[in-house]
Structures are given as structure tokens and as C-alpha cells.
């Protein structure tokens, strides 16, 4: 438990550090001089319990049930992943109880060993049981039941298995060293080759866990070193595998996506150092293993690595597996799992069935070029033996040593002749430092080639590849950089068509591709096909671009030039006479094509990158208008993005209604001003008839006022009609006849007012002529 304390407080230290610079200040803004609640204090507090279940083979589940508007929301998901780093304390912890029981008071035979190991293992599967209980973490507040703890059928056979086999592990190396290993006849064999193969597996699984813990330091920094025993284990278990020509399983979709992909030197790597491994694994077990002759001869001898491979195969996919599983919601239903191949086992047994044929055959050359403090080492000081070399016969056996136990008290197989004088001879001190020499210039030429070899490769397919070039260029397009994306891929338009090509306008949009996958890559000849998938806001769009040799790189590596890819355009329409716009907040000049006359200007088709742009209008003034800004999103898919484009229109603002209405009402309000009948200009007009003496007190009044409206004519130009308006005239009229004395009579007529006028614009000027 306190293992998993260590890990947790590492892993959210590195958590910590690598969210933001200031995540442990936040930490500190948020815990220190204060007390937490409980539910949280046991929330934390319940952290490490559920970890160390996990690592005993505990199922971790998480349930959330809630409501939303009365409609009842169920999310749920389980997790098998076991924290390897706990699993070996655990492990180790058990099979020092065993070692030190066994120590302490020997069982007496193998069945109350097997008892007392027993004992042990369900010991541990109810502790873990109780604490996961005690420390499952379940509230239930406004609505809402939350649920995550580790309880499950793995939880108790899962510490029952693992604390059986430890602590007899321990008890039965104790034994082994006490008594006699004829006693133990089945295990006298199979324990070594279990042994080898744990051997095995810890030296490979600790050189590839180092070479990733530096990898992810280099990659991650501090954050990726303090989560390390939370991963670590786990992705040098995988290495493992990799390097033993195990394929690697990953769900389809984002969990699957989110697994990075291993290159080819890495995984040339991993095979390289299984080749070493194995040889070293096949000479050690040709000094750990039975080597006389009866032994060897018996047909089930040669079933004994093998089947601890197979074994150990097995628990290795086993204990190395993620399987996930979740449902519920909008997430719908989803599992998979995260590992080495089911049928890695039967691999890893072909792997033994080599080990075993080498350890016969290609070992017993290499055993005597080991020095003999080495060798002794590796035989745990039991007599070295080795298998008959080609043209020699078998040494008699000699009698046991005091202190060794018959198994291997005997040197056979020692290459000798029966005359004496042919007996091969030791070594002498030149000879062995030649045989030094020459296999430290052999193994030197050799690592020269091998890294020459791949670095080579490395490079010319990282650096100098077809696919970093279009890498590059997709970068590009991701962070907004339209300097670099069109120098890689340059549009072949005039400078004056470039204009939306700018990084200050590109960096400036908005769901440019967000991500990209390399999808396939084919090499012929000169020429490179490069198949890649974009992503721009969860959509997926496939591309493809071609590239060609452009001459050479740093003498050996190809220089790649990309001739085609995906070409976005989008398209702007001004009104005539109009020619800059605002893109992103830049101005530009839109070249704009010229109309014929008797249609209106075509639109700019300029080419640009995917993203959304925001598009304003060219400025206008107190009466004309151009519209308002338009967002127009550029598809990553070219056969999409053609019609993505922007059309401004010249349209009239309220003011030009407001101001040639104001200046008509004043027009009309001159003309009823008016003493006369027939006021020239204006629409108030009344018939009289007679001598003009014969009237007089002409006065003109509104009765209605006029509605009025400003639209285009028949012949384009702007008009103003007023209709609906009634005025009324007032006048004294003479009816007297001839030269009689006048006689005055009041007389009133009403006279519909109806009229249009020309508006003129001439910028902020308008200007209404009355006909």
C-alpha cells in the first residue's frame, strides 16, 4: 500500500507539472492552509486503495447516474489494467513471507508447502477484498449516484493465484538451497527453464524500459519520468512482445488513434536486442541445464523451455492487457482492449523450442570463449558442463564433490579424445587476448555498420523522406503558417492573386485542419504518392499528393519537391467600382475581374487554406451600403470548398428614405405656402377660369399628408413617389356681372397630391429634383 501511495504522489506530481508552468502553485492555492472536506479528504485517501486494487487484478467501475429534466442519465465503464510496478511489490513482498516462513519452520513436504502457500494467497485476496469495500467511493447528492471502486471476482482470485505461486515460489528457493534437488525430481528441470525465461524477461524488459524512460524524458521531461511506474512496466512488457515479433492490438477509433505507432528503427531495435538476448539465454542455459547424456536424450528434455516460454508468453499478455469497456448516453456502447497478440504465447514457444536447439548446438562453441569467473557465476559454482563438440567423445563421469548434489556433481560431456595428446588445451593468455581483440574489432566493425545502417535510415525516412515533407506542410496548414505551406506547394497564381496567402490573415482563422495521419506512402522511381487524412472539426477528409526527386540532400539523401496536393479557393464579388474588402481584420485589394457591360463583375477566385475567414465589406457611406460582415468556411475537401465564398451588393441605407422625404415634405410644405392656383414646380395645382381679378384670398392647406417611398425607376435611377395626400384651396370669387359692384363669394376645392422627383447620391450628398 504504501507502494501505491509513492506512485500516486509521483504521478500527480508529474500530472502537476505537466498541465502549466504553474500547477503546483494552483495545488498550493487549493489544499494548503486549509482542511478539506471529508468526501474529498476521502476521495484522496481512497486513491492509493483502489491503485493497489488494480494492481491485484481488481476491475476498476465506474457508475454515474443522473437525470436531465426528468429524462435519467446512465454513464458506466469498467478498466483491467494492472499498475505492474504494484503487482511486482506485491509479488515480491509475498514471496519474501514465503522465503522467510520456509527459513524460519521447513514445511514438512511438498503438500503442506503447497497448504501453507495456500494460506498465504487467500490471506491476501481478503485484505484486498476488505479495503476495497472500505475505500469504495460512493455519494449520492442532488440527483446524482456516483459509484468507482475495484471490487470483483478479480479482485479474490486474483491476489489467491498471485500470493499462492509467490510465496511457494519463496518457499520452494529455500528449500532448493537446503535440500537436494534429486528430492524435487519434476522441479529439478522445470524450475530453471522458469527461471531462465524470468531471467530473460526482466534483462530484456529492463534494457527496453530504460531506453523508453530516457525517450520519455526527452519527450515529455519531468512529467513523463515521475508518471513512469504507472507506465513504464507496462510499455516495456509491450516492448517485450514487439521485439519478439508480436504483433500489437489496438481498438479501431480514438482510442486506437490515440496509441502512437512505433517506427521501423525502433522496432528493428527491440529485434536486435531479442537476436543478443536470445544467444546469451541459450548459452546460460547450457550451463544451468542437465547436460548428461541420458538427460539430453529423453524426449521430453526438449519440451522443457519451451513450455516455460509458452508459460511465461501467456502470463505476459495476460498481465500486460488494458481492456476497457464503457456505455451509456450520448457515448453510446464501446470496448476493446490495448495489448500483445492472444497468440503471442505460441510465439514465444517457438522462441524456447529455438533457445533449447541452440543451447545444443550453437551454445556449447560459445560457453568456452566466457571467462571462467563468468561462467562459474552463471552455473551458481556447480561444475561447468558442456555438450560434446563436433569430433570429440564423452569424458567418463567423475565422482561427486563434496557439497554438490548428484545432478551436478558430474562433468559430462567435456570434449576429450581418448588419447591424451589430442585433448584440446586451455587457452593460453595470447591466445585469449587475440580471441579478445578480435572479437572486440569484430563486434566494433559491427556496431559501426549497424548504427551507420541506421542512421542512415532513420534519416532518409524521418528527416529527408517524401512523408516529412508533407508533414511539413500540413503543420503548416495546422498552425497557420501560409508562409512555409506555400513554399513547399507554391499555387502558380500572379503576386496580385496571393493576397489571402498572408500569415497574418491565415493565423488569424479559425478550424483550420486540426490534425492529419499519414495513411499509406508508395515510392516509384522518382515520383512519391503520399496518401494523408485531415481532420478540420471531427471531419475526416482523405488527400493525396504527389512528389518528385529534386536532386540531392546532404550528398546521400534525396531531396523531395511536392508538385500537387489539394488546391482551396474562395471566392469574392464586389459591386462595380468597389475593389478592397477586410479579411480576418487586413485590408486587401481584390483584383476584380471587369464586367462586359452588360452584366455585373464577375467574382475573384483567389486561392487560400482551409479555415473559416471572416469577410467585411468594402466601406460605404451615409445613403450606400454593402452589407455586413460574412464568415465563410474553406472545406479541407477541395470538392467542397468551391462554392465557399463571399458576395457584397450596393443597397440603400435608411437615411437616404429619411433625408429625400424630409426634403419633399419641405417642397410641399413651399408650395402650399403658395397664392396662386397653378404654383409652378409643384404638385398642389386647382382650374380657374375667368379674369384673375375675379379672385382673390387664395390659400392653399394639407388635409392628408402624402405617403411616400424611395424606389428604382423604369430606367434605373432612384425616384420618390408621393401618392395618397389630399390638400384643400380656399379663395373669394367675384360673381358680380359686367360693371355691377363686385360681390365676394367663399369657395373651397379639394385636389389630390400625387407626384415623383429624382434622388441623387453623390457620396454623402443627396439631392432631390422635382419635376
Not at 412 to 425: I, L, S, T
Not at 483 to 509: C, H, K, M, W, Y
Request: charged letters at 15%; glycine letters at 10%; proline letters at 6%.
Amino acid at each position: 500500500m504504501l507502494a501505491a501511495v509513492a506512485v500516486l504522489l509521483l504521478a500527480a506530481l508529474g500530472a502537476a507539472l505537466g498541465t502549466s508552468g504553474s500547477g503546483i502553485e494552483d495545488l498550493t492555492q487549493n489544499y494548503a492552509g486549509s482542511a478539506p472536506m471529508p468526501s474529498d479528504f476521502w476521495a484522496i485517501l481512497s486513491l492509493p486503495f483502489l491503485l493497489a486494487g488494480m494492481a491485484l487484478m481488481g476491475t476498476l467501475e465506474v457508475r454515474l447516474e443522473s437525470s436531465f429534466f426528468g429524462a435519467p442519465i446512465e454513464f458506466g465503464g469498467t478498466l483491467w489494467f494492472l499498475p505492474l510496478a504494484l503487482t511486482a511489490v506485491a509479488a515480491a513482498a509475498q514471496w519474501s513471507f514465503g522465503y522467510l516462513s520456509e527459513r524460519r519452520a521447513p514445511a514438512a513436504g511438498a503438500g503442506k508447502r503447497w497448504l501453507l502457500s495456500a494460506v498465504s494467497g487467500l490471506s491476501l485476496a481478503m485484505i484486498a477484498l476488505v479495503f476495497g469495500l472500505l475505500f469504495t467511493l460512493q455519494s449520492a447528492e442532488l440527483g446524482t449516484t456516483l459509484h468507482v471502486g475495484s471490487v470483483s471476482v478479480g479482485l479474490f482470485f486474483g491476489p489467491l493465484v498471485l500470493g499462492t505461486f509467490t510465496s511457494w515460489w519463496g518457499r520452494i528457493f529455500h528449500a532448493r538451497r537446503t535440500a537436494p534437488a534429486a528430492s524435487w525430481p519434476p522441479l529439478a528441470s522445470l524450475l530453471p527453464a522458469c527461471q531462465l525465461f524470468a531471467w530473460h524477461f526482466v534483462a530484456y524488459a529492463g534494457l527496453a524500459g530504460l531506453g523508453l524512460f530516457v525517450w520519455s524524458i526527452i519527450q515529455g521531461g519531468v512529467a513523463a519520468a515521475l508518471t513512469a511506474p504507472l507506465w513504464l512496466p507496462t510499455a516495456a512488457t509491450w516492448a517485450f512482445g514487439i521485439g519478439h515479433l508480436s504483433t500489437f492490438t489496438v481498438p479501431e477509433g480514438p482510442v486506437g488513434a490515440g496509441v502512437p505507432e512505433l517506427p521501423w528503427w525502433s522496432i528493428l531495435l527491440l529485434v536486435l536486442l531479442a537476436l543478443l538476448l536470445a544467444v546469451a539465454a541459450s548459452a546460460i542455459w547450457q550451463l544451468r541445464r542437465d547436460n548428461r547424456p541420458e538427460a539430453l536424450s529423453a524426449w521430453h528434455s526438449w519440451l522443457l523451455l519451451p513450455a516455460a516460454y509458452l508459460a511465461g508468453g501467456g502470463l505476459v499478455t495476460l498481465l500486460s492487457a488494458l481492456v476497457f469497456r464503457a456505455n451509456g448516453g450520448f457515448l453510446g456502447s464501446f470496448s476493446g482492449g490495448v495489448g500483445l497478440a492472444p497468440w503471442f504465447f505460441l510465439i514465444l514457444g517457438i522462441w524456447g523450442a529455438a533457445l533449447e536447439a541452440s543451447s545444443r548446438y550453437v551454445a556449447p562453441w560459445l560457453v568456452p570463449a566466457i571467462p571462467a569467473g563468468l561462467r562459474a557465476k552463471l552455473a551458481k559454482g556447480r561444475t561447468v558442463q558442456h555438450a560434446p563438440a563436433p569430433g570429440f567423445a564423452e569424458a567418463p563421469a567423475a565422482a561427486a564433490a563434496p557439497g554438490l548434489n548428484e545432478t551436478y556433481a558430474h562433468p559430462v560431456g567435456v570434449p576429450v579424445v581418448q588419447d591424451a595428446a589430442q585433448q584440446p588445451q586451455p587457452l593460453s593468455a595470447a591466445a585469449k587476448k587475440r580471441l579478445k581483440v578480435g572479437a572486440a574489432v569484430a563486434g566494433g566493425a559491427a556496431v559501426l555498420v549497424i548504427v551507420g545502417v541506421v542512421a542512415y535510415n532513420v534519416l532518409a525516412n524521418s528527416v529527408f523522406a517524401p512523408e516529412r515533407q508533407v508533414e511539413r506542410y500540413l503543420d503548416a496548414l495546422r498552425d497557420g503558417d501560409a508562409g512555409t505551406a506555400t513554399q513547399i506547394l507554391d499555387p502558380n497564381v500572379a503576386s496580385a492573386e496571393r493576397v489571402l496567402l498572408s500569415n497574418e490573415i491565415f493565423s488569424a482563422s479559425e478550424d483550420r485542419i486540426s490534425s492529419y495521419t499519414i495513411r499509406d506512402v508508395s515510392i516509384e522511381g522518382g515520383t512519391a504518392m503520399i496518401e494523408a487524412e485531415l481532420v478540420q472539426d471531427t471531419k475526416s477528409t482523405p488527400l493525396t499528393f504527389v512528389l518528385e526527386k529534386a536532386g540531392t540532400a546532404a550528398v546521400l539523401f534525396n531531396e523531395w519537391r511536392m508538385v500537387s496536393g489539394a488546391d482551396w479557393n474562395m471566392s469574392i464579388q464586389l459591386p462595380e467600382g468597389q475593389s478592397s474588402v477586410t479579411v480576418n481584420g487586413v485590408q486587401v485589394d481584390i483584383p476584380v475581374p471587369e464586367g462586359n457591360g452588360m452584366f455585373a463583375p464577375e467574382a475573384a477566385v483567389l486561392p487560400v487554406f482551409p479555415g473559416t475567414y471572416i469577410v467585411e465589406p468594402p466601406q460605404g457611406s451615409k445613403y450606400i451600403s454593402y452589407g455586413s460582415e460574412q464568415p465563410v468556411t474553406v472545406s479541407a475537401s477541395p470538392a467542397e470548398s468551391g462554392g465557399a465564398g463571399a458576395v457584397f451588393e450596393a443597397g440603400l441605407t435608411e437615411a437616404v428614405s429619411t433625408d429625400a422625404i424630409a426634403q419633399a415634405t419641405a417642397h410641399l410644405e413651399k408650395c402650399l405656402a403658395a397664392k396662386e392656383f397653378q404654383p409652378e414646380g409643384c404638385p398642389n395645382s386647382a382650374f380657374s377660369w375667368g379674369d384673375e381679378e375675379d379672385y382673390r384670398s387664395i390659400s392653399w392647406s394639407l388635409e392628408t399628408e402624402p405617403e411616400y417611398q424611395v424606389n428604382e425607376g423604369r430606367d434605373g435611377d432612384l425616384r420618390l413617389y408621393a401618392a395618397g395626400g389630399e390638400a384643400t384651396v380656399s379663395y373669394e370669387q367675384n360673381v358680380a356681372w359686367g360693371d355691377d359692384e363686385p360681390e365676394w363669394e367663399k369657395h373651397e376645392n379639394d385636389v389630390n397630391l400625387y407626384f415623383d422627383a429624382i434622388v441623387r447620391i453623390d457620396g454623402d450628398k443627396l439631392s432631390v429634383e422635382f419635376e
